[in-house]
Nanobody, 123 residues
Framework: VQLQASGGGLVQAGDSLTLSCAAS????????VGWFRQAPGKEREFVAS????????YYTESVKGRFTISRDKARNKVNLRMNNLKPEDTAVYYC?????????????????WGQGTLVTVSS
């Protein structure tokens, strides 16, 4: 099983980015998928998750209305569209997959992790 995150980069405040997570060895259609981030000197924090046949989504408060998580079942990919980026969004972003019956906001409930992609937002 492998999750490959991509799409990070250096942008200015107010810009947009789309992160992508390509899965192999598992079908994301049957897993909960999530994005977490870790800023320097801080703990890993939940950003967004999606699960279930209805693609129920969950977001941390600070990104609601700006970020959108989605999955492309045909391409076996999970995307995170990030609009109106702020300097406080600067972090390494990780994608993850886990049981649909766990707490998708808790990183310990995820089994598979991607390697992370760096997002840097300048002011």
């Amino acid at each position: 099983v492998q999750l490959q995150a991509s799409g990070g980069g250096l942008v200015q405040a107010g810009d947009s980015l789309t992160l992508s997570c390509a899965a192999s060895g598992l079908s994301i259609a049957f897993f909960a998928v999530g994005w977490f981030r870790q800023a320097p000197g801080k703990e890993r924090e939940f950003v967004a998750s999606l699960r279930g046949s209805a693609d129920s989504t969950y977001y941390t408060e600070s990104v609601k209305g700006r970020f959108t998580i989605s999955r492309d079942k045909a391409r076996n990919k999970v995307n995170l569209r990030m609009n109106n980026l702020k300097p406080e969004d600067t972090a390494v972003y990780y994608c993850a997959a886990g049981s649909q019956y766990g707490d998708t906001k808790v990183h310990t409930d995820y089994v598979y992790w991607g390697q992370g992609t760096l997002v840097t937002v300048s002011s």
